[in-house]
């Protein structure tokens, strides 16, 4: 008598449990019922404008580290990216007087140059992304420093301020920021889905000598996902000075965690493969909602790290119990006698 294998038959999915996406609107949804209750201003057009303009520049940042996340990379320098780019740009639109476009190309170009080193060095350099951003994080932030030539930019003038977080910057009392992440992720979300390119990020996170195998130039995918990044870091420092003002040194610090916060809690695997921008523009909304709840409610603001710490382990291990059931399904075979 001969055993076959035969393959187990998959369960059918069911959307809503393991869509990350769709439990995200839940959690948000509730937690913006509970806040409604428990406090008078959170609905108030101030606050809810003052949260999406928060989250704006982590939002847009967070489309480029969706993809580049999504093929098995991580790019911890965008802190230091973006703070590199708004003190060159906020001196030469003080001292030089430059206006709105030519300000806005030159933080393109620079957020640029900055993102396709990091590619160039991850897709070429046979190191870890993690090690080599951790680098470039440094030299980013050693950089930005001398450029501040230890003195925060005082008087920026409010040349940006189409980004930015006044009258100025808002359409119909929405934050022209928060439109600017809306669309930037409808069109990334779009790419990815549905151009072969963008799912040429998926199959490199999933495997990249299989990717390589079928013909994806895995080295210039990679390298186009991180420039991509750098483009939108140049976007973000944009909104980040629309304001004006005063520009401070320890600008950016730490920014990278909560950029890569918004993209893990919104279900982008840190294994690579999967995830979607619609679950970044979530994760992103998420983590400003409880930085307003814990104001807010008076609590200490050491409480954000630990309720964003708490997602993001939350949100790791749902995305573990989703691996081992996908490999589960493609591998798992029984014995027929």
Not at 215 to 242: N, S
Not at 248 to 265: F, H, K
Request: hydrophobic share 55%.
């Amino acid at each position: 008598m001969t055993t076959v294998d035969i393959p187990v038959r998959r369960r059918p999915t069911v959307r809503a449990i393991e869509g990350q996406e769709l439990a995200l609107v839940v959690v948000i949804a509730v937690l913006c019922l509970v806040l409604s209750l428990t406090t008078r201003t959170f609905l108030t057009s101030s606050n809810l404008s003052n949260i999406l303009f928060s989250v704006a520049p982590i939002a847009i940042m967070g489309i480029g580290m969706t993809a580049v996340i999504v093929t098995a990379g991580i790019d911890v320098s965008v802190g230091s990216a973006v703070a590199l780019v708004m003190v060159i740009v906020s001196l030469a639109v003080r001292d030089s007087g430059l206006p709105f476009l030519p300000a806005l190309l030159l933080a393109l170009v620079l957020g640029l140059i900055l993102g396709t080193v990091n590619g160039l060095l991850v897709a070429y350099g046979r190191v870890h992304p993690i090690i080599i951003t951790f680098g470039t994080l440094n030299l980013y932030r050693f950089a930005s420093l001398q450029v501040f030539n230890s003195k925060d930019v005082n008087g920026v003038p409010p040349t940006l301020q189409f980004f930015g977080g006044g009258e100025g910057g808002s359409t119909l009392g929405v934050p022209n920021a928060w439109w600017l992440a809306m669309v930037l992720g409808a069109i990334m979300w779009i790419y990815m889905r549905y151009w072969a390119t963008g799912r040429h990020w998926y199959a490199i996170g999933g495997d990249a000598d299989a990717a390589r195998l079928a013909g994806v130039r895995v080295a210039r995918r990679r390298v186009a996902a991180y420039a991509i990044t750098g483009l939108l870091v140049g976007l973000a420092a944009c909104c980040l000075i629309g304001s004006g003002g005063l520009i401070q040194q320890n600008i950016g610090t730490g920014l990278e965690l909560q950029v890569i916060a918004a993209v893990v809690i919104g279900g982008t695997s840190i294994l690579g493969g999967r995830g979607t921008v619609l679950g970044t523009l979530l994760g992103a909304l998420l983590v400003g909602i409880v930085s307003s709840a814990i104001t807010l409610l008076g609590w200490p603001s050491e409480l954000t790290e630990l309720f964003i710490g708490l997602f993001i382990l939350l949100a790791v291990g749902v995305d573990l119990v989703r691996q081992r059931r996908r490999l589960a399904a493609r591998f798992g075979r029984r014995k027929v006698a």
